[in-house]
């Protein structure tokens, strides 16, 4: 089975400072794809970032960021200068390959910026 | 290009009743996915439709159904509604039924059962 551990529930910052979320993920397949979402208070989910298991480059995309490390089965987020736009609930997921296709997602971190 | 609709957005239904939620994917993609989220159980999958067929199905019981029609468009109904079945359903779409795609989400349809 597969299982997507965010054990950071809440976390607040102030304006400017960085943040890394952190995502732990579990599964028995050796290709399957990570997510990033995020879920602004309006409700709805928005994509930040695929990453499938052979690319373990890290990625930078303006002030977003994520590390990907096989060895450690991790998918950090880092936020840098976060703005109070930031604030949201933030979603890892993971998505196998045959019976494990399903999108599993995390409990989620619901990051609050102070202006 | 429009993203994902859903209706209704809200929705107040008591026990026992059934309900049904509609979802319009993003024109051109062929897959579409329902996800149900409650602040104890989090995000979960219910099932996943492509090309009319279900393709895969989560844990919830047989009260959850879907379909789904020759234009993408998407259905999920819940009969017999219980209590617990209050949450933020989400319908998903991507371009093609491939664990690589991205999934783009709707708004939701929030659903109390009163």
């Known amino acids: 089975a597969q299982k997507v551990t965010q054990a950071q529930t809440e976390i607040s910052v102030v304006e400017k400072e960085d943040v890394t979320l952190d995502c732990v993920y579990e599964?028995?397949?050796?290709?399957?794809?990570l997510f990033w979402y995020k879920q602004p208070p309006s409700g709805e989910l928005v994509f930040l970032i695929r990453r499938n298991s052979f690319d373990e480059q890290n990625e930078i995309s303006g002030r977003y960021s994520w590390n990907f490390q096989k060895s450690t089965s991790s998918f950090n987020f880092t936020i840098t200068a976060s703005q109070v736009v930031d604030s949201a609930v933030y979603f890892c997921a993971l998505r196998g390959t045959g019976a494990n296709s399903k999108l599993t997602f995390g409990k989620g971190i619901t990051l609050s910026v102070r202006p | 290009k429009a993203g994902v609709t859903q209706t209704p957005r809200y929705l107040i239904k008591t026990r026992g009743q059934q309900v049904t939620l509609s979802c319009s994917p993003i024109?051109?993609?062929?897959?579409v996915s329902w996800y149900q989220q409650t602040p104890g159980q989090g995000l979960q999958f219910l099932f996943e439709?492509?090309?009319?067929?279900?393709?895969n199905k989560g844990n919830f019981p047989g009260r959850f159904s879907g379909r789904q029609f020759s234009n993408s468009r998407s259905e999920m109904n819940v009969s017999t509604l219980e209590l617990g079945d209050s949450a933020l359903y989400l319908c998903?779409?991507?371009?093609?039924?491939?664990?690589?795609?991205?999934?783009?989400f709707g708004p939701g349809t929030r659903l109390t059962v009163l």
């Open positions: 998903a779409s991507s371009l093609v039924n491939s664990v690589y795609n991205e999934q783009f």
């Open positions: 024109s051109g993609h062929r897959s």
């Open positions: 599964t028995r397949d050796t290709t399957y794809y």
């Open positions: 439709y492509f090309s009319e067929t279900q393709r």
